[in-house]
Protein backbone atom coordinates (compact mmCIF):
# COMPACT_ATOMS: atom_id res chain seq x y z
CA UNK A 1 0.00 0.00 0.00
CA UNK A 2 1.58 3.14 -0.89
CA UNK A 3 2.27 5.56 1.61
CA UNK A 4 -0.56 8.46 0.31
CA UNK A 5 -2.95 5.27 0.94
CA UNK A 6 -1.48 5.03 4.62
CA UNK A 7 -2.55 8.53 5.26
CA UNK A 8 -5.74 8.60 3.78
CA UNK A 9 -6.57 5.51 6.23
CA UNK A 10 -5.31 7.26 9.11
CA UNK A 11 -6.70 10.78 8.42
CA UNK A 12 -9.80 12.30 9.71
CA UNK A 13 -11.79 13.87 6.66
CA UNK A 14 -15.29 15.42 6.73
CA UNK A 15 -16.53 12.09 5.51
CA UNK A 16 -14.95 10.35 8.64
CA UNK A 17 -14.49 13.21 11.88
CA UNK A 18 -12.93 12.12 14.77
CA UNK A 19 -15.07 9.55 16.93
CA UNK A 20 -14.47 10.90 20.64
CA UNK A 21 -15.99 11.38 24.27
CA UNK A 22 -15.73 14.95 24.09
CA UNK A 23 -19.26 16.64 23.24
CA UNK A 24 -20.41 18.66 21.40
CA UNK A 25 -18.53 17.80 18.16
CA UNK A 26 -16.55 20.45 16.20
CA UNK A 27 -18.24 19.94 13.31
CA UNK A 28 -21.80 18.86 13.80
CA UNK A 29 -23.56 19.86 11.28
CA UNK A 30 -26.36 23.02 12.71
CA UNK A 31 -29.39 23.82 10.60
CA UNK A 32 -28.18 26.99 9.42
CA UNK A 33 -25.41 25.09 7.58
CA UNK A 34 -28.01 22.35 6.22
CA UNK A 35 -30.26 24.83 4.85
CA UNK A 36 -27.20 27.72 3.30
CA UNK A 37 -26.46 23.86 1.57
CA UNK A 38 -30.14 23.60 0.16
CA UNK A 39 -30.50 27.40 -0.79
CA UNK A 40 -27.14 27.34 -2.94
CA UNK A 41 -28.61 24.68 -5.19
CA UNK A 42 -31.12 26.79 -5.81
CA UNK A 43 -28.77 29.21 -7.68
CA UNK A 44 -27.08 26.22 -9.16
CA UNK A 45 -30.02 25.07 -10.67
CA UNK A 46 -28.85 24.32 -14.08
CA UNK A 47 -30.74 27.22 -16.03
CA UNK A 48 -27.92 29.63 -17.13
CA UNK A 49 -25.43 27.15 -17.77
CA UNK A 50 -27.23 24.04 -18.91
CA UNK A 51 -30.96 25.42 -19.94
CA UNK A 52 -31.20 28.29 -21.61
CA UNK A 53 -27.41 28.93 -22.09
CA UNK A 54 -27.90 25.67 -24.82
CA UNK A 55 -30.68 26.50 -25.81
CA UNK A 56 -29.95 30.01 -26.70
CA UNK A 57 -26.57 28.56 -28.26
CA UNK A 58 -29.01 26.32 -30.57
CA UNK A 59 -30.84 29.16 -31.31
CA UNK A 60 -27.75 31.03 -32.82
CA UNK A 61 -26.75 28.38 -35.12
CA UNK A 62 -30.41 28.08 -36.50
CA UNK A 63 -30.51 31.41 -37.17
CA UNK A 64 -26.71 31.18 -38.91
CA UNK A 65 -27.51 28.45 -40.69
CA UNK A 66 -28.86 27.10 -43.64
CA UNK A 67 -30.55 24.64 -45.93
CA UNK A 68 -28.55 22.02 -46.85
CA UNK A 69 -30.38 20.85 -50.04
CA UNK A 70 -30.59 24.82 -51.39
CA UNK A 71 -27.08 26.12 -50.27
CA UNK A 72 -25.53 29.49 -47.68
CA UNK A 73 -27.30 32.13 -47.75
CA UNK A 74 -30.64 30.59 -47.58
CA UNK A 75 -32.83 30.13 -43.78
CA UNK A 76 -33.15 26.98 -42.45
CA UNK A 77 -36.29 24.60 -42.81
CA UNK A 78 -38.22 21.17 -43.14
CA UNK A 79 -35.38 19.95 -44.78
CA UNK A 80 -32.59 20.74 -42.27
CA UNK A 81 -30.27 23.06 -40.61
CA UNK A 82 -26.28 22.91 -40.86
CA UNK A 83 -22.91 24.94 -40.45
CA UNK A 84 -19.44 24.32 -41.02
CA UNK A 85 -18.31 23.71 -38.12
CA UNK A 86 -14.82 21.97 -37.17
CA UNK A 87 -13.76 21.25 -40.96
CA UNK A 88 -17.13 19.92 -42.07
CA UNK A 89 -20.84 20.76 -42.94
CA UNK A 90 -22.74 19.24 -40.20
CA UNK A 91 -26.36 19.34 -38.76
CA UNK A 92 -27.08 21.89 -35.82
CA UNK A 93 -27.94 19.30 -33.64
CA UNK A 94 -24.52 17.55 -34.19
CA UNK A 95 -23.15 20.92 -33.45
CA UNK A 96 -24.39 21.04 -30.17
CA UNK A 97 -23.61 17.59 -29.35
CA UNK A 98 -20.29 17.65 -30.43
CA UNK A 99 -19.28 20.80 -28.63
CA UNK A 100 -21.09 19.45 -25.75
CA UNK A 101 -18.57 16.52 -25.40
CA UNK A 102 -15.76 19.18 -26.21
CA UNK A 103 -16.75 20.55 -22.86
CA UNK A 104 -17.15 17.46 -21.12
CA UNK A 105 -13.88 16.12 -22.10
CA UNK A 106 -12.00 19.30 -21.04
CA UNK A 107 -14.26 19.20 -17.27
CA UNK A 108 -12.30 15.41 -17.19
CA UNK A 109 -9.04 16.51 -17.75
CA UNK A 110 -9.69 19.82 -15.39
CA UNK A 111 -11.14 17.32 -12.57
CA UNK A 112 -8.56 15.13 -13.20
CA UNK A 113 -5.97 17.63 -12.22
CA UNK A 114 -8.01 19.67 -9.44
CA UNK A 115 -10.80 17.22 -8.34
CA UNK A 116 -8.51 15.62 -5.90
CA UNK A 117 -7.94 19.68 -3.95
CA UNK A 118 -11.51 19.33 -2.22
CA UNK A 119 -9.83 16.54 0.19
CA UNK A 120 -7.02 18.39 0.94
CA UNK A 121 -6.41 21.06 3.58
CA UNK A 122 -9.77 23.21 3.23
CA UNK A 123 -9.36 24.11 -0.57
CA UNK A 124 -12.95 22.94 -1.54
CA UNK A 125 -15.30 26.12 -0.61
CA UNK A 126 -12.46 28.21 -2.32
CA UNK A 127 -12.47 26.22 -5.26
CA UNK A 128 -16.63 26.29 -5.12
CA UNK A 129 -16.61 30.28 -4.63
CA UNK A 130 -14.01 30.28 -7.38
CA UNK A 131 -16.62 28.43 -9.95
CA UNK A 132 -19.48 30.01 -8.83
CA UNK A 133 -18.38 33.37 -9.21
CA UNK A 134 -16.97 32.34 -12.97
CA UNK A 135 -20.07 30.62 -13.82
CA UNK A 136 -22.01 33.68 -12.67
CA UNK A 137 -19.55 36.12 -14.52
CA UNK A 138 -20.42 34.18 -18.20
CA UNK A 139 -24.00 34.07 -17.54
CA UNK A 140 -24.06 37.76 -17.74
CA UNK A 141 -21.66 37.81 -20.56
CA UNK A 142 -24.60 35.97 -22.73
CA UNK A 143 -25.64 40.00 -22.92
CA UNK A 144 -23.36 41.08 -25.30
CA UNK A 145 -24.22 37.90 -27.44
CA UNK A 146 -27.66 38.60 -28.94
CA UNK A 147 -27.16 38.49 -33.02
CA UNK A 148 -26.68 35.34 -35.19
CA UNK A 149 -23.29 36.43 -36.50
CA UNK A 150 -22.20 35.78 -33.31
CA UNK A 151 -22.59 32.07 -32.96
CA UNK A 152 -18.96 31.47 -32.48
CA UNK A 153 -18.81 33.36 -29.20
CA UNK A 154 -22.07 31.67 -28.19
CA UNK A 155 -19.17 27.98 -28.70
CA UNK A 156 -17.34 29.86 -25.98
CA UNK A 157 -19.90 30.83 -23.68
CA UNK A 158 -21.69 27.43 -23.65
CA UNK A 159 -18.68 25.73 -23.10
CA UNK A 160 -17.93 27.81 -20.17
CA UNK A 161 -21.44 27.75 -19.13
CA UNK A 162 -21.07 24.12 -18.84
CA UNK A 163 -17.75 23.66 -17.09
CA UNK A 164 -18.46 26.43 -14.77
CA UNK A 165 -21.35 24.88 -13.47
CA UNK A 166 -20.43 20.95 -13.66
CA UNK A 167 -17.33 22.56 -11.63
CA UNK A 168 -19.17 24.29 -9.12
CA UNK A 169 -21.83 21.66 -8.47
CA UNK A 170 -18.96 19.29 -8.07
CA UNK A 171 -17.10 20.79 -5.56
CA UNK A 172 -20.55 21.72 -3.67
CA UNK A 173 -21.74 18.23 -3.76
CA UNK A 174 -18.40 17.11 -2.42
CA UNK A 175 -19.81 18.39 1.00
CA UNK A 176 -22.39 16.17 1.27
CA UNK A 177 -20.56 13.15 2.82
CA UNK A 178 -19.21 15.33 5.69
CA UNK A 179 -22.96 17.02 6.20
CA UNK A 180 -24.93 13.84 6.39
CA UNK A 181 -21.81 11.76 8.55
CA UNK A 182 -22.25 15.16 10.88
CA UNK A 183 -26.06 15.11 11.48
CA UNK A 184 -26.24 15.29 15.15
CA UNK A 185 -29.36 12.71 14.58
CA UNK A 186 -27.06 10.47 13.42
CA UNK A 187 -24.22 10.99 15.99
CA UNK A 188 -26.68 10.33 18.36
CA UNK A 189 -26.40 6.91 16.59
CA UNK A 190 -23.66 6.71 16.62
CA UNK A 191 -23.68 6.92 20.29
CA UNK A 192 -26.53 4.57 20.59
CA UNK A 193 -24.54 2.07 19.11
CA UNK A 194 -21.09 2.54 21.02
CA UNK A 195 -23.81 2.22 24.54
CA UNK A 196 -24.74 -1.69 22.99
CA UNK A 197 -28.68 0.13 22.70
CA UNK A 198 -29.04 -0.10 19.15
CA UNK A 199 -26.94 -2.39 16.62
CA UNK A 200 -24.84 -1.83 13.62
CA UNK A 201 -27.43 -3.08 11.20
CA UNK A 202 -30.11 -0.78 12.91
CA UNK A 203 -27.62 1.90 12.47
CA UNK A 204 -26.62 1.28 8.90
CA UNK A 205 -30.39 1.40 7.69
CA UNK A 206 -30.66 4.82 9.89
CA UNK A 207 -27.81 6.49 8.39
CA UNK A 208 -28.86 5.40 4.43
CA UNK A 209 -32.18 6.93 5.53
CA UNK A 210 -30.21 9.73 6.89
CA UNK A 211 -28.28 10.59 3.74
CA UNK A 212 -31.35 9.55 1.07
CA UNK A 213 -33.24 12.37 3.20
CA UNK A 214 -30.06 15.55 2.97
CA UNK A 215 -30.12 14.39 -1.15
CA UNK A 216 -33.32 14.34 -1.61
CA UNK A 217 -34.42 17.56 0.65
CA UNK A 218 -31.72 18.89 -1.47
CA UNK A 219 -33.70 18.38 -4.65
CA UNK A 220 -36.95 19.01 -3.71
CA UNK A 221 -35.86 22.57 -2.13
CA UNK A 222 -34.20 23.51 -5.68
CA UNK A 223 -36.88 22.65 -6.98
CA UNK A 224 -39.11 24.74 -4.96
CA UNK A 225 -36.99 27.70 -5.47
CA UNK A 226 -36.91 27.21 -9.33
CA UNK A 227 -40.47 27.30 -9.87
CA UNK A 228 -40.35 30.88 -8.27
CA UNK A 229 -37.48 31.55 -10.70
CA UNK A 230 -39.32 30.18 -13.27
CA UNK A 231 -42.68 32.43 -12.25
CA UNK A 232 -40.51 35.37 -12.60
CA UNK A 233 -38.91 34.87 -15.85
CA UNK A 234 -42.78 34.25 -17.47
CA UNK A 235 -43.00 38.41 -16.11
CA UNK A 236 -39.35 39.05 -17.60
CA UNK A 237 -40.54 37.38 -20.75
CA UNK A 238 -43.85 39.45 -20.92
CA UNK A 239 -42.00 42.36 -20.37
CA UNK A 240 -39.35 41.95 -23.00
CA UNK A 241 -42.33 40.88 -25.76
CA UNK A 242 -40.28 38.02 -26.47
CA UNK A 243 -42.99 36.59 -28.45
CA UNK A 244 -43.44 39.57 -31.09
CA UNK A 245 -39.75 38.98 -33.14
CA UNK A 246 -37.11 36.44 -33.56
CA UNK A 247 -34.75 39.60 -32.51
CA UNK A 248 -37.09 40.04 -28.87
CA UNK A 249 -36.50 36.33 -28.58
CA UNK A 250 -33.21 36.19 -29.01
CA UNK A 251 -32.68 38.76 -26.74
CA UNK A 252 -35.18 37.31 -23.99
CA UNK A 253 -32.73 34.15 -23.88
CA UNK A 254 -29.48 36.04 -23.06
CA UNK A 255 -31.45 38.21 -20.38
CA UNK A 256 -33.20 35.55 -18.51
CA UNK A 257 -29.24 33.66 -18.45
CA UNK A 258 -28.19 36.85 -17.13
CA UNK A 259 -30.94 36.90 -14.14
CA UNK A 260 -30.07 33.48 -13.46
CA UNK A 261 -27.35 34.39 -12.47
CA UNK A 262 -28.02 37.22 -10.45
CA UNK A 263 -30.13 34.85 -8.00
CA UNK A 264 -27.41 32.43 -7.99
CA UNK A 265 -25.17 34.70 -6.51
CA UNK A 266 -27.70 35.44 -3.81
CA UNK A 267 -28.35 32.16 -3.20
CA UNK A 268 -24.91 31.10 -2.83
CA UNK A 269 -24.09 33.96 -0.31
CA UNK A 270 -25.20 31.83 3.07
CA UNK A 271 -23.35 28.70 2.01
CA UNK A 272 -20.37 30.74 1.28
CA UNK A 273 -20.31 31.90 4.68
CA UNK A 274 -22.11 29.60 6.98
CA UNK A 275 -20.33 26.38 5.46
CA UNK A 276 -18.05 24.82 8.49
CA UNK A 277 -14.65 24.21 6.91
CA UNK A 278 -14.16 20.82 7.95
CA UNK A 279 -10.79 20.24 7.76
CA UNK A 280 -8.95 17.69 4.94
CA UNK A 281 -6.59 15.71 4.63
CA UNK A 282 -2.24 16.89 4.26
CA UNK A 283 -0.38 16.07 1.14
CA UNK A 284 0.94 13.06 1.41
CA UNK A 285 4.91 12.84 1.45
CA UNK A 286 6.12 13.28 -2.27
CA UNK A 287 3.10 14.86 -3.88
CA UNK A 288 2.05 18.06 -4.33
CA UNK A 289 -1.10 20.31 -5.75
CA UNK A 290 -0.16 19.23 -9.49
CA UNK A 291 -0.07 15.58 -9.03
CA UNK A 292 -2.26 14.72 -6.15
CA UNK A 293 -5.18 14.07 -8.66
CA UNK A 294 -3.30 11.46 -11.02
CA UNK A 295 -1.95 10.16 -8.27
CA UNK A 296 -5.37 10.09 -5.94
CA UNK A 297 -7.16 8.84 -9.30
CA UNK A 298 -4.35 5.87 -9.93
CA UNK A 299 -4.57 4.67 -6.33
CA UNK A 300 -8.49 4.46 -5.91
CA UNK A 301 -8.58 3.08 -9.25
CA UNK A 302 -6.43 0.37 -7.86
CA UNK A 303 -7.49 0.20 -4.67
CA UNK A 304 -11.20 -0.55 -6.43
CA UNK A 305 -9.70 -3.45 -8.13
CA UNK A 306 -9.82 -5.21 -4.66
CA UNK A 307 -13.06 -3.96 -4.31
CA UNK A 308 -15.17 -6.60 -6.54
CA UNK A 309 -19.49 -4.78 -5.65
CA UNK A 310 -17.36 -1.44 -6.12
CA UNK A 311 -16.01 -1.90 -9.52
CA UNK A 312 -18.83 -3.27 -10.87
CA UNK A 313 -20.87 -0.18 -9.66
CA UNK A 314 -18.29 2.06 -10.51
CA UNK A 315 -18.82 -0.14 -14.63
CA UNK A 316 -22.60 0.71 -14.18
CA UNK A 317 -22.16 4.63 -13.40
CA UNK A 318 -20.11 4.81 -16.11
CA UNK A 319 -21.99 3.41 -18.80
CA UNK A 320 -25.40 4.59 -17.19
CA UNK A 321 -24.28 7.92 -16.56
CA UNK A 322 -23.08 8.28 -20.20
CA UNK A 323 -26.79 7.59 -21.56
CA UNK A 324 -28.77 9.95 -19.38
CA UNK A 325 -26.33 12.76 -19.83
CA UNK A 326 -26.44 12.13 -23.88
CA UNK A 327 -30.26 11.20 -24.14
CA UNK A 328 -31.09 14.33 -22.09
CA UNK A 329 -28.82 16.65 -24.26
CA UNK A 330 -30.36 14.50 -27.67
CA UNK A 331 -33.58 15.11 -26.18
CA UNK A 332 -32.98 19.11 -25.23
CA UNK A 333 -31.91 19.60 -29.08
CA UNK A 334 -35.00 18.05 -30.51
CA UNK A 335 -37.17 20.18 -28.03
CA UNK A 336 -35.56 23.26 -28.95
CA UNK A 337 -36.34 22.39 -32.79
CA UNK A 338 -40.08 21.47 -31.43
CA UNK A 339 -40.98 24.73 -29.99
CA UNK A 340 -39.14 27.07 -32.49
CA UNK A 341 -36.91 28.04 -30.08
CA UNK A 342 -39.42 29.81 -27.83
CA UNK A 343 -38.38 31.27 -24.82
CA UNK A 344 -41.78 30.99 -23.07
CA UNK A 345 -42.43 27.57 -24.40
CA UNK A 346 -39.51 26.81 -23.00
CA UNK A 347 -39.78 28.33 -19.54
CA UNK A 348 -43.26 27.16 -19.43
CA UNK A 349 -41.93 23.82 -20.16
CA UNK A 350 -39.23 23.98 -17.22
CA UNK A 351 -42.19 25.02 -15.05
CA UNK A 352 -43.73 21.81 -15.11
CA UNK A 353 -40.59 19.84 -15.31
CA UNK A 354 -39.39 21.04 -12.16
CA UNK A 355 -43.14 20.68 -9.85
CA UNK A 356 -42.81 16.87 -11.84
CA UNK A 357 -39.42 16.71 -10.51
CA UNK A 358 -40.30 17.60 -7.35
CA UNK A 359 -42.96 15.25 -6.76
CA UNK A 360 -40.55 12.45 -8.26
CA UNK A 361 -38.01 13.65 -5.82
CA UNK A 362 -40.68 13.29 -2.84
CA UNK A 363 -42.22 10.39 -3.89
CA UNK A 364 -39.67 8.03 -4.17
CA UNK A 365 -38.35 9.43 -0.91
CA UNK A 366 -41.94 8.89 0.72
CA UNK A 367 -42.38 5.12 -0.73
CA UNK A 368 -38.52 4.61 0.36
CA UNK A 369 -38.74 5.49 4.12
CA UNK A 370 -42.33 4.21 4.44
CA UNK A 371 -41.26 0.64 3.11
CA UNK A 372 -37.75 1.05 4.25
CA UNK A 373 -36.37 0.04 0.75
CA UNK A 374 -32.66 -0.18 -0.07
CA UNK A 375 -31.08 2.22 -2.05
CA UNK A 376 -29.75 -0.25 -5.03
CA UNK A 377 -33.63 -1.02 -5.37
CA UNK A 378 -35.18 2.52 -5.93
CA UNK A 379 -31.73 3.09 -8.31
CA UNK A 380 -32.90 -0.01 -10.10
CA UNK A 381 -36.33 1.04 -10.49
CA UNK A 382 -35.18 4.61 -11.72
CA UNK A 383 -32.86 2.80 -14.03
CA UNK A 384 -35.87 1.20 -15.76
CA UNK A 385 -37.51 4.41 -16.80
CA UNK A 386 -34.14 5.93 -18.25
CA UNK A 387 -34.66 2.42 -20.76
CA UNK A 388 -37.92 3.62 -21.66
CA UNK A 389 -36.00 6.97 -22.15
CA UNK A 390 -34.36 5.67 -24.90
CA UNK A 391 -37.01 3.53 -26.76
CA UNK A 392 -38.94 6.64 -26.86
CA UNK A 393 -36.52 8.18 -28.96
CA UNK A 394 -35.72 5.43 -30.73
CA UNK A 395 -38.93 4.69 -31.79
CA UNK A 396 -38.69 7.96 -34.03
CA UNK A 397 -35.76 7.02 -35.97
CA UNK A 398 -38.12 6.01 -38.88
CA UNK A 399 -41.11 7.57 -38.36
CA UNK A 400 -42.46 11.46 -37.71
CA UNK A 401 -45.44 10.40 -35.51
CA UNK A 402 -43.50 9.75 -32.08
CA UNK A 403 -40.19 9.83 -30.92
CA UNK A 404 -39.89 13.56 -29.83
CA UNK A 405 -41.47 15.05 -33.04
CA UNK A 406 -44.86 16.87 -31.80
CA UNK A 407 -44.88 19.85 -29.26
CA UNK A 408 -47.48 16.92 -27.25
CA UNK A 409 -44.83 14.76 -26.59
CA UNK A 410 -42.34 17.50 -25.27
CA UNK A 411 -44.75 18.37 -22.27
CA UNK A 412 -45.23 14.66 -21.65
CA UNK A 413 -41.79 14.16 -21.40
CA UNK A 414 -41.04 17.18 -18.80
CA UNK A 415 -43.34 14.92 -16.88
CA UNK A 416 -42.20 12.08 -17.02
CA UNK A 417 -39.00 13.27 -16.65
CA UNK A 418 -38.91 14.83 -13.51
CA UNK A 419 -41.33 12.20 -12.02
CA UNK A 420 -39.92 8.85 -12.83
CA UNK A 421 -35.80 10.04 -14.00
CA UNK A 422 -34.70 13.02 -12.17
CA UNK A 423 -34.42 10.78 -9.06
CA UNK A 424 -30.93 9.17 -10.45
CA UNK A 425 -29.02 12.64 -9.55
CA UNK A 426 -30.19 11.39 -5.70
CA UNK A 427 -29.78 7.98 -5.72
CA UNK A 428 -26.61 7.32 -7.72
CA UNK A 429 -24.63 9.13 -5.64
CA UNK A 430 -25.96 7.97 -2.68
CA UNK A 431 -25.19 4.85 -3.98
CA UNK A 432 -21.62 5.52 -4.12
CA UNK A 433 -21.58 5.98 -0.51
CA UNK A 434 -22.90 2.77 0.05
CA UNK A 435 -20.51 1.13 -1.56
CA UNK A 436 -17.55 2.66 -0.54
CA UNK A 437 -14.45 2.14 2.37
CA UNK A 438 -15.44 5.54 4.27
CA UNK A 439 -11.90 5.88 5.48
CA UNK A 440 -10.81 6.43 1.85
CA UNK A 441 -14.48 7.84 1.31
CA UNK A 442 -13.29 11.02 -0.33
CA UNK A 443 -10.93 9.01 -2.53
CA UNK A 444 -13.64 7.11 -4.05
CA UNK A 445 -15.80 10.14 -4.58
CA UNK A 446 -13.00 11.43 -6.69
CA UNK A 447 -12.60 8.54 -8.35
CA UNK A 448 -16.61 7.97 -9.45
CA UNK A 449 -16.75 12.08 -10.23
CA UNK A 450 -13.82 11.35 -12.77
CA UNK A 451 -14.98 8.59 -13.94
CA UNK A 452 -18.65 10.38 -14.70
CA UNK A 453 -17.06 13.48 -16.18
CA UNK A 454 -15.13 11.18 -18.81
CA UNK A 455 -18.19 8.94 -19.68
CA UNK A 456 -20.14 12.46 -20.43
CA UNK A 457 -17.59 13.16 -23.34
CA UNK A 458 -17.98 10.05 -24.74
CA UNK A 459 -21.29 10.01 -25.54
CA UNK A 460 -22.12 13.11 -27.03
CA UNK A 461 -19.12 12.71 -29.52
CA UNK A 462 -20.45 9.52 -30.76
CA UNK A 463 -23.82 10.84 -30.97
CA UNK A 464 -22.37 13.46 -33.05
CA UNK A 465 -21.00 11.30 -35.66
CA UNK A 466 -24.05 9.12 -35.75
CA UNK A 467 -26.25 12.02 -36.69
CA UNK A 468 -23.82 12.80 -39.49
CA UNK A 469 -22.97 9.34 -40.79
CA UNK A 470 -26.86 8.83 -40.50
CA UNK A 471 -27.51 11.13 -43.09
CA UNK A 472 -28.56 13.61 -40.33
CA UNK A 473 -31.12 11.68 -38.62
CA UNK A 474 -31.51 13.57 -35.01
CA UNK A 475 -33.20 10.26 -33.70
CA UNK A 476 -30.23 7.72 -34.52
CA UNK A 477 -28.47 8.08 -31.43
CA UNK A 478 -30.89 6.68 -29.30
CA UNK A 479 -30.04 3.05 -30.65
CA UNK A 480 -26.79 3.63 -29.59
CA UNK A 481 -27.97 4.98 -26.05
CA UNK A 482 -30.49 2.06 -25.98
CA UNK A 483 -28.04 -0.77 -26.20
CA UNK A 484 -25.97 0.91 -23.73
CA UNK A 485 -28.65 1.49 -21.41
CA UNK A 486 -29.17 -2.73 -21.39
CA UNK A 487 -25.88 -3.20 -20.69
CA UNK A 488 -25.03 -1.11 -18.00
CA UNK A 489 -27.94 -2.30 -16.24
CA UNK A 490 -26.59 -5.65 -16.30
CA UNK A 491 -23.72 -4.40 -13.97
CA UNK A 492 -26.18 -2.47 -11.87
CA UNK A 493 -27.94 -6.10 -10.96
CA UNK A 494 -24.46 -7.56 -10.22
CA UNK A 495 -23.86 -5.48 -7.43
CA UNK A 496 -24.26 -6.73 -3.55
CA UNK A 497 -24.69 -4.41 -1.27
CA UNK A 498 -24.16 -6.78 1.23
CA UNK A 499 -21.01 -8.68 -0.08
CA UNK A 500 -20.02 -4.85 -0.31
CA UNK A 501 -20.49 -4.30 3.15
CA UNK A 502 -18.30 -7.71 3.75
CA UNK A 503 -15.83 -6.55 1.31
CA UNK A 504 -15.49 -3.10 2.54
CA UNK A 505 -14.90 -4.52 6.04
CA UNK A 506 -12.15 -6.78 4.98
CA UNK A 507 -10.18 -3.91 2.92
CA UNK A 508 -10.47 -1.46 5.98
CA UNK A 509 -9.14 -3.94 8.65
CA UNK A 510 -6.41 -5.39 5.72
CA UNK A 511 -4.65 -2.44 6.12
CA UNK A 512 -3.73 -3.27 9.80
CA UNK A 513 -5.51 -2.53 13.40
CA UNK A 514 -2.54 -0.17 14.35
CA UNK A 515 -2.91 1.90 11.63
CA UNK A 516 -6.67 2.64 11.89
CA UNK A 517 -8.36 4.21 14.34
CA UNK A 518 -10.35 2.69 16.42
CA UNK A 519 -13.83 3.16 14.92
CA UNK A 520 -13.57 1.82 10.95
CA UNK A 521 -15.84 3.12 9.33
CA UNK A 522 -17.13 1.51 6.16
CA UNK A 523 -20.42 2.32 3.78
CA UNK A 524 -21.13 4.68 6.73
CA UNK A 525 -21.72 1.70 9.18
CA UNK A 526 -19.72 0.93 12.40
CA UNK A 527 -17.60 -1.76 12.87
CA UNK A 528 -15.96 -1.86 16.55
Not at 195 to 214: D, P, T
Request: aromatic share 14%; hydrophobic share 45%.
Amino acid sequence: MDRDVEEKAQARTSAEPAFDDTPPYKWTTTRLELWSYYIYYIGNNGLSGFNFGPSQFQNLLFLAGYDPTIGPGTACGNNGCVLPYLGKIRDINSVVLLTNGISFAIQAALLLFIGAWADYGRWRPNITIFFTILAIGVSFAWLGVEQPSQWRAGVALYILGLITYQCSLTFWTAAFPGLAHDLPETEISRSEVESGSKSIQEHAIFHSLARNRVSNISFAVCSAGEIIILAVMVGILKGLHSEQSTENNTKAFSVLIAFSGAVWFICALPWFFFEKRRPGLDLPPGTTLLTIGFKQVYVAFRECMRLKQTFLYLIFYFLMGDVLNTTVTVIGTLQNSVVLYSTLDLTLLLIVGIVAQGLGICIFWFVQKRYKISTKAMLSFNVLWIIVLTIWGLIGVHTDKFGFKHVWEIWLYQVFYGLMVCPWYAYSQTMISEVSPLPQMFLFFALFSVVGKTSAFIGPLVSSAIITASNNNDNMPFAFLFALGVVSTVFLWLVDVDKSRAECEEFVLAEGPSRQPHWIWCSQEIYP
